[in-house]
C-alpha cells in the first residue's frame, strides 16, 4: 500500500485514524483510571502504599518490554494479527486481575496486562506511518492526540464513580470490556497496512542489528530522544503536580481537577494548530518553536519555585506552557523519527522503549528527591525540557535525512 495523504479517501482514513487512536489509548486509561483506587487497594490487602505503588512500576516495565516484542513480530507478520493478540492478552490479564487474592498477584497482573496492551501503542504508531506521508502522519498524530488526551482528564474521574459503584475490581472489568470492544473494532475494520512484500523475514532475529542501526542514524535517534524526553516532561508533571497542587499547596482536589482539566485543553488546542499549521510550515519548523517554548516555560517554572516558592501562581502558567507545547512536539518528532527508519514497527518500539524508560526514571527520581515542595518536579521538568532542546540542536542537523 502506498503511503497516502490524510486527505485521501477521507472516510478510511478517519476510521483508520479512530482505531489507532482507542488503541493508543490503553495506556493512560490503565494508568489513570486505577489511581483513584489505590487507597482501597491498600486496605483490601494490607498492604504498603510503597507495595501498591509497585503495581504502576511493574505496568511502566511491561510497557516498555513488550514493545520490544510486538514491534519486530508486526514487522514479520503484519500489523493486525499481532495487535489482536495483544488486545486478547490484555482483555485477560484485566480480567485476571478483578480475582487477585493479594497485592503480588496485583502486580503480576498489571505487568501482563501491559505485555499485552502495548501492542496498541507500538502498532498504532506504525499503522499511521505505513498509510501516511511524513507530513500527514504529523497531522495523524495531531489528530490522535486530540483523542488521546480526553483519556488522563475523563480516567480519573470514571475510575473514581466506578470505585464508588462498584469497588476497585470492577475498574478492571471495564478495562477488560474496553478491551473486548477494541478487539472488535479491530477485527471488523482496521485493514492490514503493512503488504506481504514489505515485511521483514527476519525481524525479529536481526532486533539488535536493527536497533543498533537505528541507534548510529544521529538524525533518528535525535527525535526519538526528542519523543521520549517531552513524553517524560508530560510523566513528571502527572507524577508530581498531586503532590504539589494538593500536598504543598492546600489546592482542594476539585480545583486540582480543573487546573489538570486546563492544561489537557490547552495540549489539546496546541494540537489542533499544529493540525492547521502544517498546512503552511514543515514539521520541522513547528518543532523547534515547540522546543524553543518548551524549553523556556521549564526554565521560568524552575525559576518561579526557586523565587517565589510559596506562590502557586507562577507556577500554573509556566506550566500550561509546558504542557501546551507538547501538542507542537510530540507529532512531529514522532512523525519525523518514524519516517526515518525501516522496519517501523521495531523503529516504534524503540521509540516507546526510550519513553517509558526515561519516563519511569523522571518518576523514579521525583519520588526519591521529595521533599514536600515543588522543587523536585520543577527540576525534573526543567531538565527534560532543556535536554529535548539540546537533543534538536546536537543531533538534527540540516543537510539530507538518512533513512534506514
Same mark, same amino acid.
Given at each position: @500500500?502506498?503511503?497516502?495523504?490524510? *486527505?485521501?479517501?477521507?472516510?478510511?482514513?478517519?476510521?483508520?485514524?479512530?482505531?489507532?487512536?482507542?488503541?493508543?489509548?490503553?495506556?493512560?486509561? *490503565?494508568?489513570?483510571?486505577?489511581?483513584?483506587?489505590?487507597?482501597?487497594?491498600? /486496605?483490601?490487602?494490607?498492604? *504498603?502504599?510503597?507495595?501498591?505503588?509497585?503495581?504502576?512500576?511493574?505496568?511502566?516495565?511491561? @510497557?516498555?518490554? $513488550?514493545?520490544?516484542?510486538?514491534?519486530?513480530?508486526?514487522?514479520?507478520?503484519?500489523?493486525?494479527?499481532?495487535?489482536?493478540?495483544?488486545?486478547?492478552?490484555?482483555?485477560?490479564? =484485566?480480567?485476571?486481575?478483578?480475582?487477585?487474592?493479594?497485592?503480588?498477584?496485583? +502486580?503480576?497482573?498489571?505487568?501482563?496486562?501491559?505485555?499485552?496492551?502495548?501492542?496498541?501503542?507500538?502498532?498504532? %504508531? /506504525?499503522?499511521?506511518?505505513? %498509510?501516511?506521508?511524513?507530513?500527514?502522519?504529523?497531522?495523524?498524530?495531531?489528530?490522535?492526540?486530540?483523542?488521546?488526551?480526553?483519556?488522563?482528564?475523563?480516567?480519573?474521574?470514571?475510575?473514581?464513580?466506578?470505585?464508588?459503584?462498584?469497588?476497585?475490581?470492577?475498574?478492571?472489568?471495564?478495562?477488560?470490556? &474496553?478491551?473486548?470492544?477494541?478487539?472488535?473494532?479491530?477485527?471488523?475494520?482496521?485493514?492490514?497496512?503493512?503488504?506481504?512484500?514489505?515485511?521483514?523475514?527476519?525481524?525479529?532475529?536481526?532486533?539488535?542489528?536493527?536497533?543498533?542501526?537505528?541507534?548510529?542514524?544521529?538524525?533518528?535517534? $535525535?527525535? +526519538?530522544?526528542?519523543?521520549?524526553?517531552?513524553? *517524560?516532561?508530560?510523566?513528571?508533571?502527572?507524577?508530581?503536580?498531586?503532590?504539589?497542587?494538593?500536598?504543598? &499547596?492546600?489546592?482542594?482536589?476539585?480545583?486540582?481537577?480543573?487546573?489538570?482539566?486546563?492544561?489537557?485543553?490547552?495540549?489539546?488546542?496546541?494540537?489542533?494548530?499544529?493540525?492547521?499549521?502544517?498546512?503552511?510550515?514543515?514539521?520541522?519548523?513547528?518543532? /523547534?518553536?515547540?522546543?524553543?517554548?518548551?524549553?523556556?516555560?521549564?526554565?521560568?517554572?524552575?525559576?518561579?519555585?526557586?523565587?517565589?516558592?510559596?506562590?502557586?501562581?507562577?507556577?500554573?502558567? +509556566?506550566?500550561?506552557?509546558?504542557? +501546551?507545547?507538547?501538542?507542537?512536539?510530540?507529532?512531529?518528532?514522532?512523525?519525523?523519527?518514524?519516517?526515518?527508519?525501516?522496519?517501523?514497527?521495531?523503529?516504534?518500539?524503540?521509540?516507546?522503549?526510550?519513553?517509558?524508560?526515561?519516563?519511569?526514571?523522571?518518576?523514579?527520581?521525583?519520588? @526519591?528527591?521529595?521533599?514536600?515542595?515543588?522543587?523536585?518536579?520543577?527540576?525534573?521538568?526543567?531538565?527534560? =525540557?532543556?535536554?529535548?532542546? /539540546?537533543?534538536?540542536?546536537?543531533?538534527?542537523?540540516?543537510?539530507?535525512?538518512?533513512?534506514?
Amino acid at each position: @500500500m502506498s503511503q497516502i495523504a490524510l *486527505s485521501q479517501n477521507l472516510p478510511s482514513d478517519r476510521r483508520l485514524l479512530l482505531i489507532a487512536s482507542v488503541v493508543m489509548a490503553f495506556a493512560p486509561l *490503565s494508568i489513570d483510571m486505577y489511581l483513584p483506587a489505590f487507597p482501597a487497594i491498600q /486496605a483490601d490487602f494490607g498492604a *504498603s502504599s510503597g507495595e501498591v505503588q509497585f503495581t504502576l512500576a511493574t505496568f511502566l516495565v511491561g @510497557m516498555a518490554v $513488550g514493545q520490544l516484542v510486538y514491534g519486530p513480530i508486526s514487522d514479520r507478520y503484519g500489523r493486525r494479527r499481532p495487535l489482536m493478540v495483544g488486545i486478547a492478552v490484555y482483555v485477560m490479564a =484485566s480480567a485476571g486481575i478483578t480475582l487477585a487474592p493479594d497485592v503480588a498477584s496485583l +502486580a503480576l497482573g498489571r505487568l501482563l496486562q501491559a505485555m499485552g496492551g502495548c501492542a496498541g501503542v507500538v502498532i498504532a %504508531r /506504525a499503522v499511521i506511518t505505513d %498509510r501516511f506521508e511524513e507530513k500527514a502522519a504529523a497531522r495523524a498524530f495531531s489528530i490522535i492526540m486530540l483523542v488521546m488526551n480526553l483519556a488522563p482528564v475523563l480516567a480519573p474521574t470514571i475510575g473514581g464513580q466506578i470505585l464508588v459503584l462498584a469497588g476497585w475490581r470492577a475498574i478492571f472489568g471495564v478495562l477488560a470490556l &474496553f478491551g473486548v470492544l477494541c478487539f472488535g473494532l479491530v477485527l471488523k475494520v482496521l485493514p492490514e497496512t503493512l503488504p506481504q512484500e514489505r515485511r521483514a523475514s527476519r525481524a525479529f532475529m536481526n532486533l539488535g542489528g536493527t536497533i543498533v542501526a537505528l541507534v548510529r542514524n544521529r538524525q533518528f535517534l $535525535g527525535y +526519538a530522544l526528542i519523543t521520549s524526553l517531552s513524553f *517524560s516532561g508530560m510523566f513528571a508533571y502527572i507524577a508530581g503536580s498531586p503532590f504539589v497542587f494538593i500536598g504543598f &499547596f492546600g489546592m482542594s482536589p476539585q480545583d486540582y481537577g480543573l487546573l489538570f482539566g486546563m492544561n489537557a485543553v490547552g495540549l489539546i488546542l496546541a494540537a489542533q494548530a499544529n493540525i492547521h499549521l502544517l498546512k503552511v510550515c514543515s514539521g520541522r519548523t513547528i518543532l /523547534a518553536l515547540g522546543l524553543v517554548l518548551n524549553s523556556v516555560a521549564g526554565i521560568v517554572l524552575l525559576g518561579a519555585a526557586l523565587v517565589q516558592p510559596s506562590e502557586p501562581l507562577p507556577l500554573i502558567g +509556566a506550566l500550561f506552557v509546558v504542557v +501546551a507545547s507538547l501538542g507542537l512536539i510530540g507529532p512531529n518528532a514522532t512523525a519525523a523519527a518514524m519516517s526515518l527508519a525501516r522496519p517501523r514497527g521495531t523503529a516504534s518500539a524503540l521509540i516507546g522503549v526510550m519513553q517509558f524508560g526515561v519516563g519511569g526514571i523522571a518518576g523514579a527520581v521525583i519520588g @526519591m528527591l521529595g521533599n514536600g515542595t515543588a522543587l523536585p518536579m520543577t527540576v525534573a521538568i526543567a531538565g527534560l =525540557s532543556v535536554a529535548g532542546f /539540546a537533543a534538536l540542536l546536537l543531533t538534527v542537523r540540516p543537510g539530507p535525512r538518512k533513512t534506514l
